[in-house]
């Protein structure tokens, strides 16, 4: 303005939106937040990957990135021999994002075992259309010889937590 003071001005809005009619967003930014919980038990008895917990999540974008952090406890035992471990794989939409082998622990004194992990690992999928993503959880025995089960959760509430974060591109 012409006598030297500075002009300032507040906008205020409640809501931001294109002449397309999408969303704005900032890059970087959450979208959307949400925290899923599960009490279920599986007792795992198997050498082949059993489904333990499965969680479907339609993203609010068509392209973001969501993350998925799991935090849990998954419990082995054996019942009179040295060695106790199980796999876990995460997958997204049916392919593999994490996997761990051969996980556990070994008895020197061959008399059997028992462990309870607490567990937890963050995964990230690069959404690319807005189509629905199926995160799944699922655990394994190493071999028939390495543990007697691989037990996910204890009827405990919550045994589980999935915390999923959608961001923006």
Same mark, same amino acid.
């Given at each position: 303005?012409?006598?030297?003071? %500075?002009?300032?001005?507040?906008?205020?809005?409640?809501?931001?939106?294109?002449?397309?009619? @999408?969303?704005?967003?900032?890059?970087?930014?959450?979208?959307?937040?949400? #925290?899923?919980? +599960? %009490?279920?038990?599986?007792?795992? /008895?198997? @050498?082949?990957? +059993?489904?333990?917990? @499965?969680?479907?999540? @339609?993203?609010?974008?068509? /392209?973001?990135?969501?993350?998925?952090?799991?935090?849990?406890?998954?419990?082995?035992? #054996?019942?009179?021999?040295?060695?106790? #471990?199980?796999?876990?794989?995460?997958?997204?939409?049916? %392919?593999?994002?994490? %996997?761990?082998?051969?996980?556990?622990?070994?008895?020197?004194?061959?008399?059997?075992?028992?462990?309870?992990?607490?567990?937890?690992?963050? /995964?990230?999928?690069?959404?690319?259309?807005?189509?629905?993503?199926?995160?799944?959880?699922?655990?394994?025995? =190493? =071999?028939?010889?390495?543990?007697?089960?691989?037990?996910?959760?204890?009827?405990?509430?919550?045994?589980?937590?999935?915390?999923? /974060?959608?961001?923006?591109?």
């Amino acid at each position: 303005n012409s006598n030297g003071d %500075s002009v300032m001005s507040i906008l205020k809005v409640d809501t931001l939106q294109p002449a397309t009619g @999408t969303r704005v967003s900032s890059a970087g930014h959450v979208v959307h937040s949400e #925290r899923q919980t +599960t %009490s279920t038990d599986v007792n795992v /008895t198997s @050498t082949s990957y +059993t489904d333990v917990w @499965t969680v479907n999540y @339609t993203p609010k974008l068509t /392209t973001s990135t969501v993350m998925f952090q799991l935090s849990t406890s998954i419990r082995l035992d #054996r019942n009179g021999g040295y060695d106790n #471990r199980g796999n876990i794989q995460i997958l997204h939409n049916g %392919s593999s994002a994490y %996997s761990i082998n051969y996980f556990g622990e070994y008895d020197y004194g061959n008399s059997g075992s028992w462990q309870k992990v607490s567990f937890s690992e963050t /995964t990230e999928y690069s959404n690319t259309n807005g189509s629905q993503i199926t995160w799944k959880l699922q655990v394994a025995q =190493s =071999s028939s010889s390495s543990a007697t089960s691989v037990r996910f959760g204890e009827a405990t509430s919550p045994c589980g937590s999935l915390l999923i /974060t959608e961001i923006a591109p």
